[in-house]
């Protein structure tokens, strides 16, 4: 079958724009064969070709993506590695409390996996346990704090409350009324940790960038059409996010949704001054569809919010130029005071998600695995999917897999346009309710 619709990443990511440049891509080219063929090179693509080249030491196994590593939704993202996740669509975080908790080891599992990569080969990611805020800037966003620390408190996980003096001895802004701080996020330089973690893998594994899979062969073996060449694959593991629906695999589940984030230039020392407050944190907004805001290590500011529905799977530049006027309006109001502070990067990156909140994993058919379908949270829960799809390949068990396994798949979605409309009503209605937390 042909693959449809490939990514299309500009060159926008500020965070990927700010590292020295990248070496030369290494495409596949002519015709080889391997035991496993990896799909996808972001946070779940990268943990199951690790994981499985550790389970497997001689086993020959491939590694493909379509564009450049760190340029994709998982070096675009806001680099909140988060243990308790804040579902963009779930009222009630911690609704269903088993589950929550299994959500929170499966996390924290994946935290730790990236954790030892980045131990064992020294990645210098600015990797910075220091959790994140979550902050609120209306009544309304105190509102939902105080439900997210009532959900908090049965989970017996612990937090910290902030009045607005406190927030703004943190921020240095007094935008915001209230904040909550969590422990157990940790922040990082996401472009320099999945280029650290791609760098850095196991010699059995062949690395392709700049390789799209523009078509399969389904087997055993498979046979794939990527970049110059092809690859021949006793399994195949599709790990490309809302892309794997053009392989043929949850086609019809699947929420294309773009999200945004722009990155500011450094701040003078005068800025700096002007601004006070302390060196780096993470903010995460009470609303879900409010904005997160980041102060990085070199003094730069992160804005993310808004999430478009995408159909084509690829934002336009439109859109892109739509994001960043929104973007500029949330730094003014929350930084009055830098004024000259201007944007140098805005980028989007793709997410996909479930109408009921289920991710895609384990065996699709004869040699074929995936673990795609992260529902906006990807950096722990994708490096988790990764790992527990390549002992899930390898038979093993464990109380994570068990989960995995367990777990539902993605539910149909209603055809188009009925789909289209329902999206972009219910995200415009959540746009226009987050007011000022946006
Ligand atoms: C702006 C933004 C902010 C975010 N902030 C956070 C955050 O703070 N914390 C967090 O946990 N998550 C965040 N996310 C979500 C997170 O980035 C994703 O959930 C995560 O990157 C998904 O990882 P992945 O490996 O499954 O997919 P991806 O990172 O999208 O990787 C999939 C790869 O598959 C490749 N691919 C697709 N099709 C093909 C093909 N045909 N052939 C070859 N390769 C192909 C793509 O090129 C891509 O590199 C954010 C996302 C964005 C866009």
Not at 205 to 222: L, M, R
Not at 404 to 410: E, Q
Request: charged share 20%; aromatic share 8%; with cysteine.
């Amino acid at each position: 079958m042909r693959v449809g619709i490939l990514p299309r990443a500009d060159r926008n990511n500020g965070w990927l724009e700010i590292l020295p440049p990248l070496p030369p891509a290494n495409p596949v080219t002519g015709c080889r064969s391997v035991d496993y063929a990896v799909v996808g090179a972001g946070f779940t693509g990268l943990a199951a070709a690790r994981r499985l080249a550790e389970l497997f030491p001689d086993a020959a196994i491939a590694l493909l993506d379509a564009g450049r590593i760190g340029n994709n939704a998982a070096g675009r993202c806001s680099g909140f590695a988060i243990d308790q996740a804040h579902n963009i669509r779930t009222k009630d975080f911690a609704a269903n409390l088993e589950a929550e908790k299994a959500q929170i080891a499966i996390n924290r599992a994946g935290q730790d996996y990236l954790k030892a990569a980045v131990q064992a080969h020294a990645i210098a990611c600015d990797w910075d346990e220091g959790g994140k805020y979550h902050a609120a800037a209306t009544g309304d966003g105190q509102l939902a704090l105080q439900a997210y620390a009532g959900n908090l408190n049965l989970l017996r996980a612990p937090y910290r409350w902030l009045d607005a003096g406190a927030m703004q001895a943190l921020t240095g802004s007094p935008f915001y009324r209230q904040g909550l701080h969590t422990p157990g996020t940790i922040l990082l330089q996401p472009a320099a940790l999945v280029l650290g973690l791609a760098r850095t893998l196991p010699g059995n594994i062949a690395v392709f960038e700049d390789s799209p899979v523009t078509g399969v062969s389904y087997g055993p073996p498979h046979r794939l059409v990527a970049g110059n060449g092809e690859i021949t694959a006793s399994a195949l593991l599709l790990t490309n996010n809302g892309f794997a629906g053009q392989f043929g695999h949850c086609s019809k589940h699947l929420i294309p949704v773009v999200t945004w984030g722009s990155l500011t230039r450094p701040m003078t020392g005068a800025e700096i001054a002007r601004l006070g407050g302390q060196g780096d944190w993470g903010i995460v907004p009470a609303n879900p569809f409010g904005t997160s805001v980041r102060r990085t290590v070199d003094n730069r500011i992160l804005v993310r919010n808004i999430y478009s529905y995408c159909s084509g799977l690829n934002p336009t530049e439109a859109d892109r130029l739509w994001a960043r006027k929104k973007h500029e309006t949330s730094l003014r109001n929350r930084f009055p005071m830098l004024p000259g502070l201007e944007f140098d990067y805005t980028w989007g990156g793709p997410l996909s998600l479930s109408k009921n909140g289920e991710p895609a994993f384990g065996t699709f058919a004869g040699g074929v695995f995936g673990a795609f379908c992260l529902n906006g949270v990807g950096i722990a829960r994708g490096t988790a999917y990764g790992k527990l799809l390549a002992e899930h390949i390898a038979g093993a068990d464990s109380d994570l897999l068990e989960i995995m396994r367990n777990a539902g798949r993605p539910n149909p979605l209603p055809p188009r346009p009925f789909l289209d409309l329902g999206v972009r009503v219910d995200f415009a209605r959540r746009r226009y309710r987050a007011g000022l937390e946006l």
